[in-house]
């Protein structure tokens, strides 16, 4: 099955759709590479899922144009377009059989029934389900429904493949492992897969590259690590992964940058391209460092004196919140068995790595 998969591009230019008075998307422009996973990532609201139902043409566009392999299908109906989607729900039919429900599209295809059976049996096998086949979706767990609804999707060989929030249903463990599940079906197909989903942490586990949606906008596109470590704006900032802002003044002298702000004070800055004046950092919890008062410091970090005033255990990781004279910060640490770490009412020192702090557009600006 896999060699009949062919790698295409697929492109939204400046994509606009209202409802009323309601701006729903406005101006997308996307250009989707051959053969890539990619996410389309967002809150409630923003505009991923709209999107995804204009490419497979639930809907249409009220400007702008978009092209799978070439060809432009603003206007193609969703039948002709051949495009598969796994919708978040499934979809399946809980009267039929597994082998039946893969079968669907292809009969509404009116293939030969030998064909049938041969796609059919041959979708079933690639997603590790090839003795289900006679089970209903009932008698399958969460896990093994959404790999049917895979299956039945690229039984008929689309040309693209949508992901509308699949794993949404699953319990966290068995989201981890079946995005793991889909980006090696993805891999082994090549197809060109578009996933949306509003949780960051699968998205920048899986994707090729994502684009960032608020209100209808594209705010970035970039790869995992570009939107972590530069992002474009505060916005991006903050939704992908937890973050610190504050607000201060840049200042220069010679080839020496500092950040000054009423709650910190001063926090040297490492090889920062920005002009003197009112800015605005960002600050990664995991890239503090947390020290008792009398302990050797990193002399490569900026130390600060704050007082712990709640600690979260995660596992893997303490979250402490840590006062600095007017600001709070937000300070992740890595948890070693035997450790006590720090108790809230602690007084600690806080270690910021200069060359792990994001300058954003000067808060004087964004606010004009």
């Known amino acids: 099955m896999t060699e009949r998969f062919k790698k295409v591009r697929v492109e939204f230019e400046n994509v606009s759709l209202a409802y009323g008075k309601t701006r729903v998307l406005t101006d997308v422009s996307i250009a989707i590479e051959p053969g890539e996973f990619f996410a389309l990532l967002g809150p409630s609201g923003s505009g991923k899922s709209t999107l995804l139902r204009l490419l497979a043409g639930f809907l249409q566009p009220q400007a702008g144009a978009i092209r ?10 969703p039948w002709e377009r051949d495009i598969g989607m796994v919708f978040q729900n499934y979809a399946l039919w809980p009267h039929m059989t597994v082998r039946q429900n893969v079968a669907f599209g292809l009969e509404e295809r009116r293939l030969p029934r030998a064909e049938v059976e041969r796609r059919a049996a041959a979708a079933l096998e690639l997603v590790g389900l090839g003795e289900f086949g006679a089970r209903r979706p009932g008698q399958l767990s969460g896990g093994q429904q959404q790999r049917v609804a895979v299956a039945r999707t690229i039984a008929i060989e689309p040309k693209v493949l949508l992901l509308d929030e699949p ?16 980006l090696a079906l993805q891999r082994k197909l090549g197809i060109t897969t578009i996933f949306v989903t509003h949780d960051q942490e699968e998205a920048l586990s899986i994707a090729d590259r994502v684009a960032v949606l608020d209100q209808g ?7 995992p690590v570009e939107l972590y470590d530069t992002p474009a704006n505060r916005f991006i900032a903050h939704f992908v992964g937890t973050i ?55 002399g490569g970090r900026t130390w600060l004196d704050g007082t712990v005033t709640e600690r979260e255990f995660l596992g893997e990781f303490v979250r402490y919140n840590v006062k600095i004279g007017a600001a709070d910060l937000v300070v992740d640490q890595p948890h070693y068995m035997g450790e006590p770490g720090f108790a809230p009412g602690a007084r600690v020192r806080v270690g910021i790595n200069p060359a792990q702090v994001k300058v954003l557009k000067a808060a004087a600006e964004r606010e004009a």
């Open 167 to 182: 794993l949404s249903n699953l319990d966290a463990k068995l989201r981890i492992h079946m995005r793991v599940e889909l």
């Open 244 to 298: 610190n802002f504050l607000r201060g003044t840049l200042e220069t002298s010679g080839t020496r940058t500092v950040f000054r702000s009423e709650a910190l004070g001063e926090i040297a800055m490492a090889g920062v391209a920005a002009s003197a004046g009112p800015a605005e950092i960002a600050i990664r919890p995991h890239a503090m460092q947390l020290a008792a008062p009398g302990k050797p410091l990193d």
């Open 217 to 223: 906008v594209i705010q970035q596109v970039g790869t």
């Open 68 to 77: 799978v392999a070439g060809e432009d299908v603003t206007r193609v109906p």
